[in-house]
């Protein structure tokens, strides 16, 4: 049986380039041709809907970049497009990215109408200092305003990003962003470190006065304090969530589901046959929106096979809290679960990695905190 299938919609343009972002997104400038790359993305769904079959979407998730940028009628020809082209499940979760300087009061409702039900809101923080040395465009007071209007249009399940461990942080600095958050009443909130990506501005330039290592382990423990007080389970290294509404086109992702891609720079996975392959899209818009009307294009595809499939499985389902069980290991990579023993045995030794007489396998409190040594406990060069 295949695994469940959804699909990610890539938006490739920002008001401008944040120095921490590492993702496929570009400078909109005076006038992005946005009409033109939705006829690129309607363009490259009739590809993808002949790879789909006749598998069912079980979510869709609109990211960037900032889909915001791009206008509710707008979003509303892609989601009716999707429609047009492939069977997609009733109550299907539709998230789109949304930043707060992008979106006016009047804009969600017609997100709403276009047929978003979730939103993911890119606070990052409220402090409008750090909101500047951050680079983003908005003011803690635009995030509020964003969130409210949402909410009067009828969202009733937003996710918001926050990051923490930020140029001069200290917990107390992290907590008052997450109390903000949590006065919001979100069903979900993102909550992750500050990483220096390579080919990032920050990379190449680090900001003064990042919290040591003893002071990012003391944010995360006074957070994760404060948000299960607030009755937020967290179910994946930076996912919380209230109420059970855990992000199922993440979890999909973490469970090593398959996905499709449309976009600049998209990736997708799927099975097709019991073989698992890998492809992506062009990353540049304009290339992209060039190959997508190219009846000849064909997206650059990969096989993953061997322990490359044991590292690209172990690599998301160890984000989860709860880890995984041994039968989806194998419905996932057509491979039996013995597979995992000498792998795992590295992991187990060092207290990073448990598993039970049923077949769970979970990362340890330990492996949770150095979950980039579990993982490359899988890398197949590690053996």
């Known amino acids: 049986m295949n695994p469940p299938l959804s699909l990610y919609l890539h938006f490739p343009w920002c008001v401008r380039k944040c120095p921490y972002c590492d993702f496929n997104s570009h400078r909109a400038g005076d006038a992005a041709p946005t009409d033109r790359y939705v006829d690129a993305l ?12 006749d598998r069912v979407i079980e979510t869709i998730f609109l990211g960037g970049g900032t889909p915001s ?3 509710p009628d707008e979003i509303g020809r892609v989601i009716a497009g999707v429609r047009a082209r492939f069977e997609v499940a009733p109550g299907a979760e539709i998230t789109m990215e949304a ?13 709403r109408a276009a047929g978003v039900n979730r939103l993911s809101v890119g606070a990052q923080s409220f402090d409008d200092a750090m909101l500047e040395r951050l680079g983003r465009i908005h003011r803690g007071e635009d995030i509020v305003r964003a969130v409210e209007a949402a909410r009067a249009a009828g969202f009733d399940n937003m996710n918001l990003d926050l990051m923490h461990a930020l140029p001069g942080q200290d917990a107390a600095g992290a907590e008052a962003d997450l109390r903000q958050a949590l006065a919001l009443e979100p069903a979900h909130i993102s909550w992750y470190q500050l990483t220096l990506e390579p080919n990032t501005v920050f990379h190449a330039r680090p900001p003064e006065n990042l919290p040591d290592e003893d002071a990012c382990a003391e944010i995360q423990s006074a957070g994760s304090r404060l948000l299960l007080a607030a009755g937020f389970e967290q179910y994946e290294v930076s996912a919380w969530a209230s109420g059970g509404r855990r992000s199922r086109h993440n979890m999909n992702y973490w469970q090593f589901g398959d ?4 976009g600049a720079g998209a990736h997708g996975k799927i099975t097709q046959g019991g073989i698992v392959r890998r ?17 000849a294009f064909e997206a650059a595809c990969d ?3 061997g322990p490359d499939l044991v590292f690209e499985f172990m690599l998301n389902v160890l984000r989860l809290t709860e880890g995984f069980n041994e ?5 996932r990579t057509g491979l039996p679960a ?8 590295g992991a187990i030794r060092r207290g990073l990695l448990e598993r039970t007489s049923s077949g769970d396998w979970r990362p340890t409190a330990l492996g949770r905190r150095f979950l980039d040594d579990l993982q490359a406990e899988f890398l197949p060069q590690a053996r």
Do not use: Q
Not at 99 to 111: F, K, L, M, R, S
Not at 338 to 345: F, P, Q
């Open 338 to 345: 013995s597979t995992l023993s000498g792998r795992a045995a």
């Open 69 to 71: 940028l791009f206008t």
């Open 303 to 305: 096989s993953v096979s």
């Open 99 to 111: 930043n707060p300087g992008t979106v006016d009061c009047g804009a969600p409702a017609g997100y």
């Open 42 to 53: 309607l363009a490259d769904l009739d590809r993808e809907s002949r790879r789909a079959g």
């Open 259 to 262: 996905y499709l891609a449309a």
């Open 327 to 331: 039968t989806l290991f194998e419905a």
């Open 279 to 295: 492809y992506r899209k062009p990353a540049h818009p304009a290339e992209f929106m060039r190959s997508a009307v190219d009846p």
